[in-house]
T-cell receptor
């Protein structure tokens, strides 16, 4: 059972465009992490959100945790080719946080 | 900086061979994880370990075993490799449950 749904699965945009990717669940998470993975490498953490309604910014990337802590979004402003990669969200449950629950990812291609 | 290293970037084995994948982390992390990543299936947890000599099955443990004799080293063993175990294998470590996971670069295993 896929507990974290990411959308869209694939996204191809031109440099300078804005985009939003989503990570949704019916479960409540104590925290949610966003990672970026480049081809041939392991995922690297971008941000962790822990409070419902929390917004975090990382340069042109804005992350939001839903009020009910069931969903999250990642917004990229003025995308650049260097933003190309696979974006993964992963959630930790309060009751059993030994394992992270992973989404399938959004594959983003930013064309120059 | 945390460093997670994996013994090989690319590996080609024959069906029926015993395969060892080694992972070493240098930050004294308690938790270590083995995942496989396949297109359309995302990251799937094979096994994880929360202490030396302690291990717990993940979502897809069949056909795999693990060993953690020292805190810094976590090995994944394919007792008798099969073609359906052709995949990208990623090792990760984290300070504690639910915390950021640091990934190695991955081993792309091909079983012929």
């Amino acid at each position: 059972t896929q507990l974290l749904e990411q959308s869209p699965q694939f996204l191809s945009i031109q440099e300078g465009e804005n985009l939003t990717v989503y990570c949704n669940s019916s479960s409540v998470f104590s925290s949610l992490q966003w990672y970026r993975q480049e081809p041939g490498e392991g995922p690297v953490l971008l941000v962790t959100v822990v409070t419902g309604g929390e917004v975090k910014k990382l340069k042109r990337l804005t992350f939001q945790f839903g009020d009910a802590r069931k969903d999250s979004s990642l917004h990229i402003t003025a995308a650049q080719p260097g933003d190309t990669g696979l974006y993964l969200c992963a959630g930790a449950h309060a009751g059993n946080n030994r394992k992270l629950i992973w989404g399938l990812g959004t594959s983003l291609a930013v064309n120059p | 900086d945390v460093k997670v290293t994996q013994s090989s970037r690319y590996l080609v084995k024959r069906t029926g061979e015993k395969v060892f994948l080694e992972c070493v982390q240098d930050m004294d992390h308690e938790n270590m994880f083995w995942y496989r990543q396949d297109p359309g299936l995302g990251l799937r947890l094979i096994y994880f370990s929360y202490d030396v000599k302690m291990k717990e099955k993940g979502d897809i443990p069949e056909g795999y075993s693990v060993s953690r004799e020292k805190k810094e080293r976590f090995s994944l063993i394919l007792e008798s490799a099969s073609t359906n175990q052709t995949s990208m294998y990623l090792c990760a470590s984290s300070f504690d449950s639910g915390y950021e996971q640091f990934f190695g670069p991955g081993t792309r295993l091909t079983v012929l």
